[in-house]
């Protein structure tokens, strides 16, 4: 994962006990090398009944600030649980779990995209590029927008520009979709000067690469039909 890119945290809990049991409630305990995105980190599973074979799984959403540590621990998850035949006095069972440890990257560029879920076929379909500089030094950058054969585009083809450091750059672009479909995006590739033949793979993972398009429906006019 990347330094300072939100990750989503997926545990699966699955039953192999004959008896079924009662799942009271979970907890994330995250060691000092990450930190939930979220206040809190809210169990999403309480009171769940699980079968011989079932499983029940939540997803929290966490951050990894940057790390000396090549390698760092997520933490532990506490099940807190019990047989469903047991009585209301016997207590909850506790079982802890050591989470996988990860690698951290850290990449000196980080682009999020702002766009619509879904576009019309001939309609304008905005699109804008965030850009952040997430080093202490200005970078200067080369983007090449390639084209496809689904859309037309207003915007720049090859460019080049200056980002300060710790700053966003905002590139946009205007697209016109011409099929409808689950419809492959027009890709941009990215160079850094300080990072040449680098970044492009890197970059290419963090953006979107289909997008649905509607096809035009018919309009009927009846104003004026006798």
């Known amino acids: 994962m990347h330094a300072d890119e939100p990750f989503l945290l997926l545990t699966d809990i699955k039953c192999t006990s004959p008896w079924p049991i009662v799942l009271h ?3 994330f305990k995250l060691s000092d090398f990450v930190q939930a995105t979220d206040e809190e ?3 999403q599973i309480t009171d769940v009944d699980l079968k011989l074979g079932e499983c029940a799984s939540e997803c929290q959403c966490i951050v990894a600030p940057p790390s000396i540590q090549p390698t760092i621990s997520i933490g532990s998850y506490m099940i807190h649980w019990k047989r469903e035949s047991a009585g209301e006095d016997v207590p909850y069972a506790t079982t802890t779990v050591n989470l996988p440890g990860v ?3 850290h990449i ?3 682009i999020d995209v702002d766009m619509p879920a879904a576009a019309s076929v001939r309609n304008k379909l905005p ?3 965030n850009i952040h500089n997430r080093t202490p ?3 200067e950058v080369e983007v090449n927008m390639e084209p496809a054969e689904a ?3 207003s915007g720049h083809k090859q460019f080049h520009f200056r980002i300060l450091p710790n700053s966003c750059y905002k590139l946009t672009y205007a697209l016109y979709p011409l099929v409808p479909g689950d419809v492959l995006l027009p890709k941009l590739h990215l160079n850094m000067l300080r990072y040449p033949g680098t970044m492009d793979s890197v970059v290419s993972k963090m953006l979107p690469t ?3 398009v509607k096809p035009s429906g018919r309009q009927t006019n009846t104003a004026g039909e006798k």
């Open 137 to 139: 030094y200005s970078q």
């Open 127 to 129: 699109v804008t590029y």
């Open 210 to 212: 289909h997008v649905y």
């Open 108 to 110: 000196p560029l980080f």
């Open 103 to 105: 690698r951290v990257e």
């Open 151 to 153: 859309f037309m585009f």
């Open 41 to 43: 980190l809210v169990s």
């Open 25 to 27: 409630t979970t907890e």
